[in-house]
């Protein structure tokens, strides 16, 4: 009940199709990592707020977000930070925030084996 | 000369650290994929623009555009097909939009792995 809680946070969208990938992208990870969930940061549910008080509620108190980002952008370096800062004074948690999955060169790996799928497909 | 160039299009940033973490996503399918390129969408060069134009004016007439985003936004949706179009009438050019990186499921095991990575290493 108190083991950490993984939360793989996208963007989010208004857009079904874009959740729906989304979901599809995360599936793997949520299948294979046990406690995890995925959230949003802005214009979908479950937003990251939802999730980490749904997880404290259930008696976690040690979260780590992982985002479901290419990059670094003012997203991850300011505005994320400062939501885990609020969340974590507001409810005691701590939050971990790990490095975007497109840091990590595994992801650049996949990225050519996919181009070169597409390629064999599309000749 | 006249043999498809590949384009791997991300969404462009101001942030030096930003395009840098492209460069590297980017690197093993330049490396794998021969005519292949980077170019950005915005905020960076090069942009299509100039990775398009300087293909034509090399000799080559077909393209192909590989979106290194997770998902298809407004941005793939609208402004990307405009650009190619216009790109399409001003160059004679003909450029096909591949699906984004992320509609392919080899991302989603890529995302698993990295996950479980990165929980083993904080552990």
Same mark, same amino acid.
């Given at each position: ?7 793989? $946070? #996208?963007?989010? &969208?208004?857009? @079904? ?7 599809? $992208? =995360? *599936? ?5 990592? &046990? ?9 979908? *549910? ?8 749904? +997880?404290? %509620? /259930?008696? =976690? ?9 290419? %990059? !670094?952008?003012?997203?991850?370096? @300011?505005?994320?930070? !400062?939501?885990?800062? #609020?969340? /974590? ?6 939050? *971990?925030? &790990?490095?975007?999955?497109? /840091?990590?060169?595994?992801? +650049?790996? #996949?990225? @050519?084996?996919?181009?070169? $799928?597409? $390629? +064999?497909?599309?000749?």
């Amino acid at each position: 009940m108190n083991s950490r809680r993984i939360i793989l $946070l #996208a963007h989010g &969208s208004s857009d @079904k199709r874009w959740r729906d990938t989304f979901e599809s $992208l =995360a *599936e793997p990870t949520l299948e294979a990592v &046990s406690n995890s969930r995925i959230a949003y940061m802005e214009l979908a *549910e479950p937003s990251l707020d939802t999730v980490i008080r749904e +997880g404290v %509620a /259930e008696g =976690a108190r040690e979260f780590t977000v992982v985002p479901l980002f290419l %990059a !670094a952008g003012r997203h991850l370096r @300011k505005d994320v930070p !400062a939501m885990i800062e #609020a969340l /974590e004074r507001s409810t005691g948690a701590s939050i *971990e925030l &790990s490095p975007p999955i497109g /840091e990590n060169p595994l992801l +650049g790996q #996949a990225i @050519k084996d996919v181009v070169a $799928l597409q $390629l +064999g497909q599309s000749t």
